[in-house]
């Protein structure tokens, strides 16, 4: 269980690591002051709640940079449905909070006691063990020619999107699949199966033979040409490589 704590007040934070190390086992617990640790915290690690801070400034009355950070991690397919929670003094914005960012609770600050705040991070965590665990597909199933037959996942090298319609490149062919778009594929498998190294096409790293950097190339086993490397996508690409390269 992987929570991270997003709070410029280490009091604050301190407290909430040792109330939530004293009540829930196997929690590992990231403190972040600002945006920045966050996100590098959030590129290495999968999150499973959140515990937010609105308010990261507070020398500007008018900040919300919690919240700005809360809508960004709704953007990653992901994080839609993980679990956050507002730690805030701010009473008031709890139902847009709810119904814009869709949190999941909020902790009203001072913390007192604790008791409340544990109480609600224990049901947070309760509510996420009780999930059903979404069954990751090993096979698409994809209709070319007429035929209906299932793909397996291990045999794609790579997934290219032109002109909107998704190619598959396998060891001996390529070929189209209309009927399934390549974000619908990237649902369905393991997050970790494709990499993204430009907007519109996805590879299996398994079948990398050699990447170079500074010409922004990746060279794929059973593929004539090379793929590149975007440029906004050239940091991301990298942690993801080195993560799934363990």
Known sequence: MNILILEDNAHVSDRLKNLIEKNVNNAEVFLCSNVDEAWLKINKYRIDLFL???ILDGKNKNDSS???FAQSVREIAKYKMTPIIFV???IGWEADLLKTIHCYDYIEKP???GKIAISKILNAIEAIQ?????KRVEYIPLHYDGIGYMLAVKDI???ENKKGVPYVYLKDEKIEIPRISLKKVLELVDEDTFLIPMHGIAINPVFISKINFSEKEIFMHKMCHSIRI???KMKKFKEDYKRWRG
């Not at 009780?130 to 979404?134: A, D, T, V, Y």
């Open 130 to 134: 009780s999930r059903p665990i979404p």
């Open 66 to 68: 919690g919240i700005l």
């Open 230 to 232: 975007g440029e906004r």
């Open 88 to 90: 805030t003094s701010l």
């Open 111 to 113: 913390l007192g006691d």
């Open 157 to 159: 090298i790579c997934i």
């Open 52 to 54: 937010l801070d609105i």
